[in-house]
Nanobody, 121 residues
Framework: QVQLVESGGGLVQPGGSLTLSCAASGNIFRLDTMAWYRRAPGKEREYVAQMTISGFTHYADSVKGRFTISRDNAKNTVNLQMSSLSPEDTAVYYC???????????????WGPGTQVTISL
């Protein structure tokens, strides 16, 4: 099994910046993709950004140019640097990893419990 834990959430003023981190632990063989999602109050969970093990990145249009995803494959961590934050970015942010916990095993999805990000004066 793979466990994910997010950290770095908090309260930030509009226009500010924040960096989220996610650490994977447990039986990890390979994490092909690590990604961030978010769920705003009263809304469905939505995709934010992802990074493959080879370094390919992709962003949702709503965060492109403001958020930067990075990962450390050796440490099994992924970060999300967020800037120019607005109240519309307020949400619980979730880390997701797609990978396997042993050679030859079919990849599975793993989710963290989430970390709250609030953008407000």
């Amino acid at each position: 099994q793979v466990q994910l834990v997010e950290s770095g959430g908090g309260l930030v003023q509009p226009g500010g910046s924040l960096t989220l981190s996610c650490a994977a632990s447990g039986n990890i063989f390979r994490l092909d993709t690590m990604a961030w999602y978010r769920r705003a109050p009263g809304k469905e969970r939505e995709y934010v950004a992802q990074m493959t093990i080879s370094g390919f990145t992709h962003y949702a249009d709503s965060v492109k140019g403001r958020f930067t995803i990075s990962r450390d494959n050796a440490k099994n961590t992924v970060n999300l640097q967020m800037s120019s934050l607005s109240p519309e970015d307020t949400a619980v942010y979730y880390c997701k990893a797609v990978g396997s916990d042993a050679p030859g095993r079919r990849p599975d999805e793993y989710w963290g419990p989430g970390t709250q990000v609030t953008i407000s004066l």
